[in-house]
């Protein structure tokens, strides 16, 4: 038997609703992901963007309000959502830089490591990503030798939107696992070869995962210039004035709410709406100067709620209740177990998922079983409390109600040591059960 996956047919029969089209055959998944999107920018969550195509998601589905990353920045973040367990435990515990003379430049997900696209694959499912992968630059790290049959975007942290270079002046895009340019801007070539897919995959189950980069920096909107070049990194965008980079911002996340709505849009054209589970979420909260994730504190890169609380939409019709709002404390790694079991399949024994299955709270209101989330080791909940740690002992240590505090403004660790103590033991047991079986990388972190 495959070391990725155990059927589970019968399971997937019982989660398709008989009345769909294609209710023979397992949904359809497609998981679409945001680059700095805040928990204040879009109109689903009170934002100063409007998105009237995420409106429709949500409109459609469940918009989730406690939803974390499992990072605060990039690679973390998505090393957590491709294979269902904490960044430190998968190996990716900080950002793969592009610079070639910094060690982690080496680094990526490993061979070792399982991913969702592996399981699914296996499972019968066409596979694609059309995006930003941001694991790994080498070969063994490309997406097509971790479960994708289908592979057009780039493996850096951000390129320039028209011309596809990289932070330090190097091409960045691929066609599966070979350097071959695309003219058009990043946003436009991931919705035109997410709407191709969907059609030429109709008639299969298919799993489609849509990492945009917008609205991370370069700031570029469908109508402005090249910035970056061979050898040339920088983006030239730093002597505008911050109303004109929110502008571009807003006209980034426009874009990106547009295609997000013509995929919704094929999806009804093919009768396949009611039998695709979407699933929409940002990597981490919004960089300070641009994007807004009011009413939280703090921003990307910080453990502070608003450097990982982020907007979190999910629509399957038929199966979760249109237009429904839930608070239970969710997070990114949830997304494979999640995905696994609408599949109706899963790992194999034995291999240890952080996430769980979100599908019984989704669509049947059931609550979720009690447990604790960490994040880098500094931060962590226990139910509506959150305990963070600066690295400078007692001093440095902050406790928060976050059901009266969301804003975390009142520090109450003083008042509670018991609490502080037992929370801060979590944080201890949870570092050595990661340490136990992290994958290693070469360069040792």
Known sequence: MSRLILPLFCFAAMLLPATQAGADRPPNLILIMADDLGYG??????????????????????????????????????????????????????????????????????????????????????????????LGYYPKYNPIRHGFDRFNGY????????????????????????????????????????????????????????????????????????????????A??????????????????????????????????LNLEENTLV??????????????????????????????????????????????VRDDLTISLDVMPTFLAAAGTSVQEGHHLDGVN????????QSLPDRNLVWNGKAVRDGNWKLMLDGKGQKGVALYDLEKDLAESNNLADEHPERVKRMWQILEVWKQDVARDATQQPSGQ
Not at 53 to 69: C, I
Not at 108 to 121: D, N
Not at 249 to 265: A, H
């Open 41 to 134: 920018d879009i109109s689903p969550y009170d934002g100063w963007i409007e998105t009237p195509q995420l409106e429709r998601l949500a409109a459609g589905g469940v918009r989730l309000t406690d939803f974390h990353s499992s990072g605060n920045v990039c690679s973390p973040t998505r090393a957590g959502l491709m294979t269902g367990r904490y960044q430190q435990r998968a190996g990716i515990p900080g950002v793969v830089v592009a610079d070639p003379k910094r060690a982690v430049h080496e680094d990526g997900l490993q061979p070792s490591e399982v991913t969702i696209a592996e399981v699914l694959k296996e499972a019968g499912y066409a596979t694609a990503v059309f995006g930003k992968w941001h």
């Open 358 to 365: 979100l599908l019984p709270m989704l669509t049947e209101g």
């Open 236 to 269: 030239a965008d730093d002597k505008w004035s911050r109303p004109e980079m929110r502008e571009r911002y807003r006209q980034m996340v426009v874009e990106m709410d547009r295609n997000i709505g013509n995929v919704l849009d094929t999806l009804e054209e």
């Open 279 to 324: 699933f929409f979420l940002s990597d981490n909260g919004a960089a300070g100067k641009y994007g807004d994730n009011t009413p939280l504190r703090g921003s990307k890169g910080s453990n502070w709620e608003g450097g990982h609380r982020v907007p979190a939409i999910v629509q399957w019709p038929g199966r979760i209740p249109a237009g429904t």
């Open 155 to 234: 493996v850096s942290g951000n390129i320039d939107f028209f011309s596809h270079y990289d932070q330090s002046g190097n091409f960045d895009w691929w066609q599966q696992d070979r350097k071959q340019d695309e003219e058009g801007y990043v946003t436009h070539l991931i919705d035109r070869h997410a709407n191709e897919f969907i059609k030429a995959n109709a008639e299969q189950p298919f799993f489609l995962y849509l990492p945009h980069e917008a609205p991370h920096y370069p700031f570029q909107g469908p109508n402005d210039k090249p910035r970056r070049s061979e050898g040339n990194g920088r």
